[in-house]
């Protein structure tokens, strides 16, 4: 019989602290329903002493799903857990994810504290939680760059005062595959009580090497992995679930299974990125545009005769349709709702309606409409609740001539236009909408990225703005990049001019 491999899945938690992906609750029940149907065991759903917003979050979250246990990150310290137990009073199966720095360069520098006042401080946080829920995890922070020794005597004194989880994070990225399934034998070895716990894997990608060192603490003893969906997460991101679920699904030799239908990785990527607008570089494995793409002639000619020639994975394996039905002018709606539904978006019909309209105005610009094209229909659905909402772009640009933008807006239903010059049509565009705002902003990120191929394609803006000393992401979608480029940033001034009513 096959090992059992938990999966612990980080996205709504640590996944959302990139700048930018932040999710509003209804879109976090959306998240997390994607994740109880791809069958993670466990959705940590926030923080929730962080912030209202939070805390509100796992409450809501811990209504929607019925399986999965839910979890809840504290600091050790009393109040955090106090605030989780509070958040987790809904959930069906409940857990509270406590813990501490053990690194010295955490014990000195962050907390300028001694290794023994943090044992004790790690023991009576593990108490005190145990004191509320059965099920508690501990977390190591930076155990990457903690001693093993130490870590030992951590990890051991944490699950005699109750923990049923431990949490070895690579919390910089530092580890080698080699030396992190050293320190998962070294705490299996030299841990007394160490059955009576799961050791997890918390792995990041600063070098690349989170899912190296995941599987390789999964080879040495860990049975509980923590993952984020696409991989995203803080600075380079966190171990990818769906690398980890697919190795475990080829390698049949390693006898490890998970409970993952891996048949809906595909279309819950897909919609957390687009929720997130956290764009899937190309050759991201098993979910990339290319994942299954073959351009060398050596390549097609193998795959043509036998796919296994080259591919190792079958896509429909994780919930690619190779038969997906082209998406014209000429579509229906059933041919939308099917391809939403494909990549784990279903809407009641009202909004399908809403959707279909602006599908029609895109298809009439576009040959075909890809699924990327479509995931960004729907999130771009949201805007029209903004108070302020891009009416008309004019643009006149071109070589030698200078640009010049005349752009008209509905704020709150009222009607205004300006216009105005710049250095190129997407500098003469935001001077214009400045005109209109005049408000102090100033602009600090720009990227512009193809969703797919083609001249005809729609492109994705992500911004940056600075309105008193706080920064504001936006997004903008269009198959015209100026008008993406305004989009993006009309979406950043709704989201400060929210917290100024």
Same mark, same amino acid.
């Given at each position: 019989?096959?090992?059992?491999?938990?999966?612990?899945?980080?996205?709504?938690?640590?996944?959302?602290?990139?700048?930018?992906?932040?999710?509003?609750?209804?879109?976090?029940?959306?998240?997390?329903?994607?994740?109880?149907?791809?069958?993670?065991?466990?959705?940590?759903?926030?923080?929730?002493?962080?912030?209202?917003?939070?805390?509100?979050?796992?409450?809501?979250?811990?209504?929607?799903?019925?399986?999965?246990?839910?979890?809840?990150?504290?600091?050790?310290?009393?109040?955090?857990?106090?605030?989780?137990?509070?958040?987790?009073?809904?959930?069906?199966?409940?857990?509270?994810?406590?813990?501490?720095?053990?690194?010295?360069?955490?014990?000195?520098?962050?907390?300028?504290?001694?290794?023994?006042?943090?044992?004790?401080?790690?023991?009576?946080?593990?108490?005190?939680?145990?004191?509320?829920?059965?099920?508690?995890?501990?977390?190591?922070?930076?155990?990457?760059?903690?001693?093993?020794?130490?870590?030992?005597?951590?990890?051991?004194?944490?699950?005699?005062?109750?923990?049923?989880?431990?949490?070895?994070?690579?919390?910089?990225?530092?580890?080698?595959?080699?030396?992190?399934?050293? %320190?998962?034998?070294?705490? %299996?070895?030299?841990?007394?009580?160490?059955?009576?716990?799961?050791?997890?894997?918390?792995?990041?990608?600063?070098?690349?090497?989170?899912?190296?060192?995941?599987?390789?603490?999964?080879?040495?003893?860990?049975?509980?992995?923590?993952?984020?969906?696409?991989?995203?997460?803080?600075?380079?991101?966190?171990?990818?679930?769906?690398?980890?679920?697919?190795?475990?699904?080829?390698?049949?030799?390693?006898?490890?299974?998970?409970?993952?239908?891996?048949?809906?990785?595909?279309?819950?990527?897909?919609?957390?990125?687009?929720?997130?607008?956290?764009?899937?570089?190309?050759?991201?494995?098993?979910?990339?545009?290319?994942?299954?793409?073959?351009?060398?002639?050596?390549?097609?000619?193998?795959?043509?005769?036998?796919?296994?020639?080259?591919?190792?994975?079958?896509?429909?394996?994780?919930?690619?349709?190779?038969?997906?039905?082209?998406?014209?002018?000429?579509?229906?709606?059933?041919?939308? %709702?099917?391809?939403?539904?494909?990549?784990?978006?279903?809407?009641?019909?009202?909004?399908?309606?809403?959707?279909?309209? %602006?599908?029609?105005?895109?298809?009439?610009?576009?040959?075909?409409?890809?699924?990327?094209?479509?995931?960004?229909?729907?999130?771009?659905?949201?805007?029209?609740?903004?108070?302020?909402?891009?009416?008309?772009?004019?643009?006149?640009?071109?070589?030698?001539?200078?640009?010049?933008?005349?752009?008209?807006?509905?704020?709150?239903?009222?009607?205004?236009?300006?216009?105005?010059?710049?250095?190129?049509?997407?500098?003469?565009?935001?001077?214009?909408?400045?005109?209109?705002?005049?408000?102090?902003?100033?602009?600090?990120?720009?990227?512009?990225?193809?969703?797919?191929?083609?001249?005809?394609?729609?492109?994705?803006?992500?911004?940056?703005?600075?309105?008193?000393?706080?920064?504001?992401?936006?997004?903008?979608?269009?198959?015209?990049?100026?008008?993406?480029?305004?989009?993006?940033?009309?979406?950043?001034?709704?989201?400060?001019?929210?917290?100024?009513?």
């Amino acid at each position: 019989m096959n090992d059992r491999l938990y999966i612990f899945d980080t996205t709504l938690r640590d996944g959302e602290q990139v700048p930018g992906c932040q999710l509003n609750t209804v879109e976090k029940i959306q998240v997390a329903k994607a994740l109880e149907q791809l069958g993670v065991d466990v959705i940590e759903a926030g923080f929730p002493i962080s912030s209202p917003g939070d805390f509100n979050s796992v409450i809501e979250i811990s209504k929607a799903v019925t399986w999965p246990v839910i979890c809840a990150l504290t600091r050790a310290v009393e109040k955090d857990i106090d605030v989780a137990f509070e958040a987790l009073k809904y959930a069906k199966h409940k857990r509270i994810h406590t813990g501490i720095g053990t690194s010295d360069e955490h014990i000195l520098y962050k907390f300028n504290s001694t290794r023994e006042e943090i044992l004790e401080r790690a023991v009576a946080a593990t108490k005190y939680a145990k004191r509320f829920i059965d099920d508690v995890e501990f977390y190591c922070e930076d155990a990457g760059r903690t001693d093993n020794e130490y870590l030992a005597q951590v990890v051991e004194a944490v699950i005699k005062a109750g923990a049923t989880v431990v949490n070895i994070p690579d919390t910089t990225g530092y580890c080698l595959p080699q030396e992190y399934a050293e %320190k998962i034998k070294y705490l %299996k070895e030299h841990v007394d009580g160490i059955d009576r716990a799961i050791i997890s894997t918390h792995c990041h990608n600063d070098l690349g090497m989170a899912t190296a060192n995941s599987l390789s603490g999964v080879m040495a003893g860990a049975r509980q992995v923590e993952v984020t969906v696409n991989g995203i997460g803080e600075r380079a991101g966190n171990t990818s679930l769906e690398e980890i679920a697919m190795i475990l699904k080829c390698h049949k030799g390693l006898d490890i299974d998970t409970n993952i239908n891996t048949t809906k990785i595909y279309p819950t990527s897909r919609m957390v990125s687009s929720l997130m607008n956290m764009p899937i570089q190309p050759n991201k494995a098993i979910v990339g545009r290319n994942a299954f793409a073959h351009s060398s002639g050596i390549h097609q000619d193998g795959v043509l005769k036998n796919v296994h020639t080259y591919e190792i994975i079958d896509p429909k394996d994780v919930g690619i349709d190779d038969n997906s039905i082209v998406l014209t002018a000429r579509s229906g709606r059933a041919a939308l %709702k099917h391809r939403l539904h494909v990549n784990g978006v279903d809407l009641d019909e009202h909004k399908l309606d809403k959707i279909y309209e %602006k599908f029609l105005l895109l298809a009439d610009q576009k040959k075909e409409v890809n699924d990327a094209d479509v995931l960004m229909l729907a999130g771009a659905d949201m805007a029209d609740a903004h108070a302020v909402k891009l009416d008309f772009l004019q643009v006149t640009t071109g070589k030698g001539v200078k640009s010049v933008a005349s752009i008209g807006l509905d704020i709150s239903g009222q009607k205004f236009e300006a216009a105005a010059s710049g250095n190129g049509p997407v500098d003469a565009a935001i001077k214009a909408l400045k005109k209109i705002i005049m408000k102090q902003m100033t602009l600090k990120e720009f990227t512009i990225q193809a969703i797919s191929k083609g001249s005809d394609d729609v492109g994705k803006v992500h911004m940056q703005v600075e309105y008193n000393g706080s920064l504001y992401y936006g997004f903008g979608a269009n198959t015209d990049i100026v008008t993406a480029s305004v989009e993006a940033y009309i979406d950043c001034i709704n989201k400060f001019k929210k917290e100024d009513e």
